[in-house]
């Protein structure tokens, strides 16, 4: 049976551990925080390559950042990462091949071949955590575009600057669907700019109705978004994974988004793949697309 030598690389952790081709995690799990400079974090990775190379057929690296479609560069760093991330040259690192793709296709993927929507033809998966990221399958592949950056869920949600976005554009999905944009909502509807996001999860839990209006605030733009992309890509269902997910009423989100929706129902689940989704996805297609 092939396995990989899995890597997950963020802007706060790298994880990295050993996956068969059947998607288990067949080794204990490394976990490091994020090295602040490019040589440390070239070093960290053939470390670990170095340590587990004889183990393993290939290497499979989920990362945070477009990648190109032949799965071997990153194309441009992302704001939580080292200045000059994608100039690495990932492949020298190994004498085996070593596999490239963006952690959100990755765990949309484990989604696809072990978890929620397993089964699907077309599916979307949204991660919704301090930002958003996601993923588009359609077919069995993953929607790569024409130069490895689709699928970012980076869409305009309104025209009329309302809110700036962390990328330094105006009103983008991140900016009223992730848990940044939570926070957000909350210091404007309360006039408190010390609220967080843990303050308004534990007023809905108290049945705070203040905050209970804030979180259907950022709910309704949330589904607001996943109207828009079941229009476009009339998929079978819609994923959510990431920290903020576990907060979603799906079954409520499910039913304002078929209300509104022009194309044929669809279901909203919550990602069932795990923690690790990105590695164990990135796994699977090294194995898949390589041998």
Same mark, same amino acid.
């Given at each position: 049976?092939?396995?990989?030598?899995?890597?997950?690389?963020?802007?706060?952790?790298?994880?990295?551990?050993?996956?068969?081709?059947?998607?288990?995690?067949?080794?204990?799990?490394?976990?490091?925080?994020?090295?602040?400079?490019?040589?440390?974090?070239?070093?960290?990775?053939?470390?670990?390559?170095?340590?587990?190379?004889?183990?393993?057929?290939?290497?499979?690296?989920?990362?945070?950042?477009?990648?190109?479609?032949?799965?071997?560069?990153?194309?441009?760093?992302?704001?939580?990462?080292?200045?000059?991330?994608?100039?690495?040259?990932?492949?020298?690192?190994?004498?085996?091949?070593?596999?490239?793709?963006?952690?959100?296709?990755?765990?949309?993927?484990?989604?696809?071949?072990?978890?929620?929507?397993?089964?699907?033809?077309?599916?979307?998966?949204?991660?919704?955590?301090?930002?958003?990221?996601?993923?588009?399958?359609?077919?069995?592949?993953?929607?790569?575009?024409?130069?490895?950056?689709?699928?970012?869920?980076?869409?305009?949600?309104?025209?009329?600057?309302?809110?700036?976005?962390?990328?330094?554009?105006?009103?983008?999905?991140?900016?009223?669907?992730?848990?940044?944009?939570?926070?957000?909502?909350? !210091? &404007?509807?309360? #006039?408190?700019?010390? /609220? @967080? +996001?843990?303050?308004?999860?534990?007023?809905?839990?108290?049945? %705070?109705?203040?905050?209970?209006?804030?979180?259907?605030?950022?709910?309704?733009?949330?589904?607001?978004?996943?109207?828009?992309?079941?229009?476009?890509?009339?998929?079978?269902?819609?994923?959510?994974?990431?920290?903020?997910?576990?907060?979603?009423?799906?079954?409520?989100? !499910? &039913?304002?988004? #078929?209300?509104?929706? /022009? @194309? +044929?129902?669809?279901?909203?689940?919550?990602?069932?793949?795990? %923690?690790?989704?990105?590695?164990?996805?990135?796994?699977?297609?090294?194995?898949?697309?390589?041998?």
């Amino acid at each position: 049976m092939k396995k990989a030598l899995a890597f997950d690389i963020g802007g706060t952790k790298i994880y990295s551990t050993i996956i068969d081709e059947a998607g288990n995690i067949i080794s204990e799990i490394d976990k490091f925080a994020t090295p602040k400079t490019l040589d440390e974090i070239k070093q960290l990775l053939k470390t670990q390559i170095e340590k587990h190379e004889t183990e393993v057929d290939i290497i499979a690296i989920a990362t945070a950042g477009a990648v190109n479609n032949e799965n071997n560069r990153v194309l441009g760093s992302t704001g939580n990462l080292v200045e000059g991330y994608y100039t690495i040259d990932f492949q020298a690192l190994s004498n085996k091949k070593v596999f490239l793709e963006n952690d959100a296709n990755a765990a949309a993927w484990a989604e696809y071949k072990i978890g929620a929507s397993k089964g699907s033809n077309v599916s979307v998966m949204l991660t919704l955590g301090t930002g958003v990221g996601g993923g588009i399958i359609i077919n069995n592949q993953i929607l790569k575009g024409k130069s490895g950056a689709a699928g970012e869920m980076h869409f305009k949600m309104y025209p009329d600057k309302r809110r700036k976005c962390t990328c330094g554009s105006w009103d983008c999905f991140e900016a009223y669907a992730s848990g940044t944009a939570l926070k957000w909502d909350a !210091e &404007e509807m309360l #006039n408190n700019p010390d /609220v @967080t +996001t843990y303050d308004v999860m534990e007023g809905v839990k108290n049945s %705070n109705p203040q905050m209970i209006a804030i979180f259907d605030r950022w709910q309704n733009d949330l589904t607001m978004g996943i109207i828009g992309l079941a229009n476009i890509f009339d998929p079978d269902c819609v994923i959510l994974s990431g920290s903020m997910a576990q907060f979603v009423d799906t079954k409520k989100v !499910e &039913e304002n988004v #078929n209300k509104e929706i /022009v @194309t +044929t129902p669809i279901s909203v689940k919550k990602g069932i793949a795990g %923690n690790y989704s990105g590695m164990i996805g990135v796994a699977l297609l090294a194995i898949e697309r390589s041998f």
